[in-house]
T-cell receptor, first 113, second 115 residues
């Protein structure tokens, strides 16, 4: 039951360029979408979120786009920096008899200097 | 703010045994969620506690249970351990059950190995 999918296990980009991480979901009842970043030996760190009633949210170098009709969201990082190299998880939350947050499998981003 | 701390960091148990994992939430955070992360996968939601009551549960059997205490600490208990329970267990806290703008604060996890 993979309601949140990140189909690219890894992505490599040059420093200064744009990184685009993608995520697809199947449950139309999700009301919030979040992105987390994870470094080795650490827990995930919250990065940015978007409500299902919005189509874009921006925070500094990070922008999340939501396309509800396609059930697709993406995280754009501009410009990419070597310190951005990490695993990025897409997550979605829904309230159905309690709260659930579902994570994707993650995409490993490599930013080359 | 002291963040989220989990103990122990690593643990080895034998199949059939019981285990208790502990988490100390960030001060002021009355919501705690537990996740299981197998190698190469994303965190899988086990359950969430809000003000000491379970208010959400994922697809995990009843042998996974939890407790949340008034001092912002919580426990994850797993009975009758199976080999497939080997994973990283993550605790996450937040000021409210759903965190649209701030997400959850995660601990570094407890690595459980069942042999």
């Amino acid at each position: 039951d993979q309601q949140v999918k990140q189909n690219s296990p890894s992505l490599s980009v040059q420093e200064g360029r744009i990184s685009i991480l993608n995520c697809d979901y199947t449950n139309s009842m999700f009301d919030y979408f979040l992105w987390y970043k994870k470094y080795p030996a650490e827990g995930p760190t919250f990065l940015i979120s978007i409500s299902s009633i919005k189509d874009k949210n921006e925070d500094g170098r990070f922008t999340v786009f939501l396309n509800k009709s396609a059930k697709h969201l993406s995280l754009h990082i501009v410009p990419s920096q070597p310190g951005d190299s990490a695993v990025y998880f897409c997550a979605a939350s829904v309230r159905t008899g309690g709260f659930k947050t579902i994570f994707g499998a993650g995409t490993r981003l490599f930013v080359k200097a | 703010e002291t963040g989220v701390t989990q103990s122990p960091t690593h643990l080895i148990k034998t199949r059939g045994q019981q285990v208790t994992l502990r988490c100390s939430s960030q001060s002021g955070h009355n919501t705690v969620s537990w996740y299981q992360q197998a190698l190469g996968q994303g965190p899988q939601f086990i359950f969430q506690y809000y003000r000491e009551e379970e208010n959400g549960r994922g697809n995990f059997p009843p042998r996974f249970s939890g407790l949340q205490f008034p001092n912002y600490s919580s426990e994850l208990n797993v009975n009758a351990l199976e080999l497939d329970d080997s994973a990283l267990y993550l605790c996450a806290s937040s000021p409210r059950p759903q965190g649209p703008n701030y997400g959850y604060t995660f601990g570094s996890g407890t690595r459980l190995t069942v042999v």
